[in-house]
């Protein structure tokens, strides 16, 4: 039954960071990832790893070494399908150009609407002073952002040292 084990918390201590993200799959838990990762339904993840369906969904959600590696996963799958459509960029470019001279109009709109170009922008101020200032307002708007997130950041790092 220890594979049906969940971790109580989903906030834990820096000082046992370290150990999860090294921390191995046990048996049970290896199993499943492996199964879903295979495209098997969470049905049948569970009664081939010996489970019930709510121990794979309380791991998904409540265990963190079992949702870092799920989540890795995720990440390579995501990257790898990121490099393969990068490789058929040049493939697509040449059909949407091969079909805009064709004259396919849906096309041509569809590319049109991809680019953000049939967007209804509000028109900017046509009053140079208020260009100016819409400009110096925007300006202190993002200093302001960026001061917040350094205030944040230290006081995270204030909370992460009080941990240890």
């Known amino acids: 039954m220890s594979n049906d084990k969940i971790s109580g918390s989903d906030q834990l201590p820096a000082t046992r ?7 191995p799959l046990p048996v049970g838990q ?7 990762l295979t495209g098997k339904s969470i ?3 569970a009664r081939t790893a010996g489970v019930s369906r709510t121990t ?17 996963w995720h990440d390579q799958l995501r990257e790898g399908s990121r490099s393969r459509l990068l490789l058929l960029t040049e493939k697509a470019t ?22 953000g170009m049939l967007r209804d922008l509000p ?3 046509t009053d140079p002073a208020e260009v100016k200032r ?4 925007q300006k202190r ?5 960026m001061e917040r997130a350094e205030r944040l950041v230290k006081a995270e790092e204030m909370i992460d040292r009080m941990e240890i």
């Open 134 to 137: 819409m400009g110096e307002l």
């Open 123 to 125: 028109p900017g101020p």
């Open 43 to 45: 049905a049948e993840t």
């Open 56 to 72: 794979i969904y309380q791991w998904m959600r409540n265990d963190p070494v079992f949702q870092a590696a799920y989540n890795e």
């Open 94 to 115: 040449d059909a949407v150009e091969k079909a805009l001279e064709a004259g396919d109009a849906k096309m041509g709109l569809q590319l049109l609407k991809g680019m």
């Open 141 to 145: 708007r993002h200093k302001s952002e």
């Open 30 to 36: 290896q199993t499943a990832l492996e199964l879903l």
């Open 17 to 23: 960071d370290r150990e999860i993200a090294t921390a």
